[in-house]
């Protein structure tokens, strides 16, 4: 069973930065292609950044690019996800996702089947 734990969030100044960790389980992710969302509350679920274990492509959501960074430590099978410039509108809670069927990054949540728990991220302003 594949299991992804989310970690690093919290609460932080506008234009400072977080780093999130999602680290992975209970499969040899070599295929997987993993990503990051978020959720704030009365909205839905956002793609933020993905990346894939087999080849590196990563891909980002229009609101992120050229402040957040997704990376991976494949001997860790560990993600992660580098946030900076932040802003009170990243406020959400982020969740970490993983499937193993796409070659291509999705955007859409509905094509990840597995799900960390998410993580908290405030930004004050």
């Known amino acids: 069973q594949v299991q992804l734990v989310e970690s690093g969030g919290g609460l932080v100044q506008a234009g400072g930065s977080l780093r999130l960790s999602c680290a992975a389980s209970?499969?040899?992710?070599?295929?997987?292609?993993m990503g990051w969302f978020r959720q704030a509350p009365g909205k839905e679920r956002e793609f933020v950044a993905g990346?894939?274990?087999?080849?590196?492509?990563?891909a980002y959501g229009d609101s992120v690019k050229g402040r957040f960074t997704i990376s991976s430590d494949n001997a860790k099978n560990t993600v992660f996800l580098q946030m900076n410039s932040l802003k009170p509108e990243d406020t959400a809670v982020y969740y970490c996702?993983?499937?193993?069927?796409?070659?291509?990054?999705?955007?859409?949540?509905?094509?990840?089947?597995?799900w960390g728990q998410g993580t908290q991220v405030t930004v004050s302003s």
């Open positions: 996702a993983a499937d193993s069927r796409w070659i291509n990054i999705p955007t859409l949540s509905s094509r990840y089947t597995y």
């Open positions: 990346i894939s274990w087999n080849g590196g492509g990563t």
């Open positions: 209970g499969r040899t992710f070599s295929s997987y292609v």
